[in-house]
């Protein structure tokens, strides 16, 4: 699934490290989500949304939605 997290954890100047703290999941996890291998649960995108201040549709584009 395409997304922003990438972007949207390097204007935090965040690690994929601390990214990963911060959601209670693995830099590996991070990696994963960032590169697009992993499409998140429905939980961690909520989380992740919520740690950024944005809805989920403007971090996470679904093209067969």
């Known amino acids: 699934m395409k997304n922003t ?6 204007e935090k100047g965040w690690t ?3 990214l990963g703290d911060a ?3 693995s830099r590996q996890a991070v990696n994963a989500l960032e590169t697009e291998k992993h499409d998140p649960s429905l939980d961690l ?3 992740i949304a919520v ?3 944005r809805p989920v549709e ?3 584009d ?4």
């Not at 997290?5 to 390097?10: D, H, P």
């Not at 679904?62 to 939605?65: D, E, I, R, T, W």
């Open 16 to 18: 994929q490290q601390q």
């Open 23 to 25: 959601l209670g999941v």
């Open 51 to 53: 740690l950024f201040g």
């Open 45 to 47: 995108a909520y989380r």
């Open 5 to 10: 997290l990438k972007l949207l954890r390097t």
């Open 62 to 65: 679904n093209p067969h939605a």
């Open 58 to 60: 403007d971090i996470f």
